[in-house]
């Protein structure tokens, strides 16, 4: 249990190494050691979406992610995301068309969506219903987040 | 939207908009203090039991450990309730649930405070576990020992394992059943529901220099908080300041206190900042859910489908403690009836203690189990008299004079509108004349279903202060968390709009227990409708004030003067002699009136029960509030081989008085339908034993982006209420309350089976097709 690594990954972009202890989940690394809160502990067993950041661009739990894993990888979470063109068309799609209420699983809808983008670059209903059905959202009922999807796909592949 | 308004009825997405997308928002969980503690909390592994001691000796000699609290930290007179003061913010004596907290430890991490807990020894007497109301009322084992001792804000008819007992009665439903023609009557079961708001509970405490608690919390009121941690510690309320972060979401479970007295009191023996945040097992575990109900639903009719008297029945589960149970059982009972012309009414229920969570305020607070039982029966009703649903609905609604059960006036009534647009838009009467909804696929039917309610927005009190500063911009203070739903940004257009001035120009205070005014809590769809007649209120005042300066400096009277748009005082038909804001502020901070404040406060005042017309025996709430009403139609495909039931589409129309943000209200309407969604379909809370078997995400399923259609008709009808800001009521719950009845009568359809538990799962449909229920 105490025996401890140390780790060398990119977090937004800046390189950082950490010693954490080997079963340290990467959503507490970056809330409680880097103070990088925007990816919420919503039920810590990977079924919420609410920590979902990026990991070599692919969209991961980071609450079942062991930062002693991330290894020479590179994590990108909502508090530097906005510098990347979908996330910043997201963001925007997702404001009008009032895709968040309590905002406390958005950044994790935010990632999820980026990283559909990524796959899918115009995708339909039943795509954002598919891709996002990992990420749970209490206060919506999730139309409006989807129409902030597309509308954000739409605008980056007009 | 009205032409003449600026602000009011605008779709403006919520202020803290680009906050939230951005991650900056700071919920509980995000919140750090120098030297801060982690909390941890050891759950009881019993039902019932007596706690005959603790040794703590292993617990507090682990490194780290600051503070270590039991039941004996809390005084016997220090107990918490809102209708029943029966809790102490830990188990003392006795333990009644499984997973009730029974001590707390805060330590210099979360890691050692959750091994220290595991280390506290508590020697437990097991007690016989009664788990169901009925158990409860027979045993002669009571989970409260004294409970007619308890302090009590109501009449409760407290006794042995009874919690609390409601009645309203109006005519004589034995004459009424005497001259019906047909009498119907039916059995219904709800199941417990969690409200899984996406944030879990917690707080966070610490001693100011002063040595007065400040607490930060996840939480629905911060006056609540103070007011249960004062009643909790027996402190006087001036040592205890509670603020709020940023809200993940509540729906009910926020409301009332859950893990803060704790905290608190960790905070004062350790003399630190204390931190603690539940897991989502212990959030299921120690917070509170939706209660479970029995209800019996009997009603007369005239053959030719006149309502004549209706009886309902209802048994509730109360778990442990009492919380705001006595309020669900008075409020649900007052919906019973629904939004009908009935000649002769009794509505009746207990509310039974039982060694279960407590059960607690849920959007819709009771009325979506009655409405389900009420509205599921109309439909059978209709069917049985040959007659279209909405026909025999049509033919009994609330009209003109009629009153709310127990005589109270209805303010406005949108209840036919509803019904119309709902009906209209869906295509009910071509679908009525045959025509499928939409073509089904092979092995499924697809039928719609119609369900129509009533709700209050009201309460207690509320207040709002307006401040205008140096350079003509406000500041509103109210008081009113906004938990999600977006009330900091409606608040701001009503104070915008009652100045004529842009909404960039009104600031929103967070509420903070020493600086903000009374707001009983963001509950009971309350918050547009009551804290925003006190912004009208405070921003009258304000505008008597700019008036009374500008008269000063224009030389006139303040009879001629009107306020125009952008922030200035002109005279009545002179537009151009005008005086700005920026003006007026400077001239009342630095020369001669006084820096320009309005405050307002209220309670709500209208008597739910008139005793010409109604008795009422244990009422909950004297003054309950305007009513909102809802109809709904939802678009069920039910799966032939599995049973499945999915809803494919749903128009609701809801009558909000006005709309003083469309967008927002459309977001209350489809959060509120797929909430209803999960009730109906999805959501239940079971309990294997005394143990709850599923508080986990991975067992416990919310509608997720599949189970929701995305095709959702949003109908806002506007009723003009003339005692609500701009004419506006609540749209919170109501949105809510119709849609689990709405989905059982469309299963029916669809179907041809009526079900009379919820949820309506694949199994149960099946069964019942297959004549087995």
Redesign the interface.
Known sequence: MNDTLEVRITVNDSPIVLEVPLTETLLTSL?DRL?L?????????G??G?CTVMVDGMAVRACLSLTANCEGQSVL???GA?ADPAIAA??DA???A?A????????GQ?IAARALLAQNSRPS?ED???G???????????????DAVRKAAQRLHP | MSAQFESVGRRIPRIESREKVEGRSQYIADLYRPGMLHGAILQSPFAHARIRGYNLAEAIAMPGVRAIVTGEDFAEPNRMGAFIKDEHALAKGKVRYVGEPVAAVAADTEEIARAAVQAIRVEFEELPALLTPEEALASGVHIHEGVEGYFKVLDAGSRGNLCSRTEFAEGDVHRGFGESDRVFEHHFETQAQAHVAIEPCGALAELDPQGRLTIWSANQSVFRVQACVAEALGLPMTRIRCLTPRIGGAFGNKMEPHVQPIVAALALKAGRAVKLVLTREEDFEMVRARHPFKIRVKTGVKRDGTFVAREVEVLLDCGAFADDSPGVLGYSLLCARGPYRFPHVRCHGRLVYTNKLRFGAFRGFGNPQVSFAGESQIDDIAEALGVDPIELRLKNILRGDDRALGGQILSSNGLRECVERARDASGWDQWCKGGAPSPSAPGKKRALGFALCGHISGLLASGAIVRMLEDGTVVLNVGANDIGQGSDTVLSQICAEALKIPLENVAFVSPDTDGSPFNWGTTASRVTFMTGRAVVGAAAEVEKQLKRQASEMLECAVEDLELVAGGAVAVKGVPEKKIGFFEIAKRSHWFAGGPIIGSHTWVYDQPTVDPKRAAALGLPFPRIGAYSFSAAVVDVEVDEVTGAAQVKRVWSACDVGRAINPLLVEGQIEGGIAQGIGFALVEEMVWDGARLANPTLMDYKIPTTCEVPYEVHSIIVESHDADGPFGAKGVGEICLVPVPAAIGNAVKHAAGVRLFKLPLTGERILRGTLGKT
């Open positions: 809330r103070q809160t925007g990816a919420k502990r919503g039920c810590n067993q079924v919420c609410a979470t909502i508090e906005g997201l963001q997702f404001i009008e009032a968040l209420q309590c905002g406390f699983c958005t950044p935010l209903i954002v219903q598919q996002m059905s990992g990420n749970l959202c209490r206060c919506t009922g999730y139309n409006r987040i989807i």
